[in-house]
Each structure stands twice: as C-alpha cells, then as structure tokens.
Nanobody, 125 residues
C-alpha cells in the first residue's frame, strides 16, 4: 500500500527527492513518516508530518537539510534531501500512522501501521 521511489546514488552535497505513493483509504487521516536503515544498523526515524502537513518533526542530524511534505490530493508524501552526506546512506522507508488529528506526531517505528518496501540511497564522498 506504500511504494517509495526516487532513491539512487549521489555524491556529497547532492540532492535527492524521495516520493511515497499511498494506496490508503482516507490518506489524509494518516500521519506519515520516513525512516531509514543504514547498513549494519537498526532502523531509525528521519522525519514525520501530521495529517494536514502543518506540523513536522525531524531527526536532529537531518534538520535543515531534509524537508518532508505531503499532497493529500495525490496521496503522496515526499522527502526532499539536500546537502547529502555519506552517513545518509541507507534504505529509506515510508510509513503511515493512523491517529487522531490533534495528537502528537510519533517518531517511534512500532507506532506506525503500514510500511513500504524501501528505496536505497547511497551517498559517496
């Protein structure tokens, strides 16, 4: 139900834009998040956005470089990644979290209900 695209190879300082297409009924009811799993490490939170796009949260290491956004009319969520670094190398996953509109955005993976298959991002120095 979630399909990521836009991954690939990049060099330090480059930009990439990840997209996630969601086949979810009432997409606008879901908070959406991006997580990543670097090679040999556990999955970690990257960014998340609330149901209407007005609130966002970020992992500290990507704040100011990455931007999460969504288009509820198209059932899409995006992650614009600028000034990429080798440590951004990971498989990136899109995730959906069904929760009431006024609740706090979650950065906890187990609280997300649906996941995509992931897209690889490789950044070389």
């Amino acid at each position: 139900q979630l399909v990521e695209s836009g991954g690939g190879s990049a060099q330090t300082g480059d930009s990439l834009r990840l997209s996630c297409s969601a086949s979810l009924r009432t997409f606008s009811s879901y908070f959406m998040g991006w997580f990543r799993q670097p090679p040999g490490k556990e999955r970690e939170f990257v960014a998340a956005i609330n149901w209407n796009g007005e609130k966002t949260i970020y992992q500290e290491s990507v704040r100011g470089r990455f931007t999460i956004s969504r288009d509820n009319a198209k059932n899409m969520v995006y992650l614009q990644m600028n000034n990429l670094r080798p440590e951004d190398t990971a498989v990136y996953y899109c995730a959906a979290d069904l929760r009431p509109p006024r609740t706090k955005i979650s950065s906890i993976a187990r609280e997300y209900d649906f996941w995509g298959q992931g897209t690889q991002v490789t950044v070389s120095s």
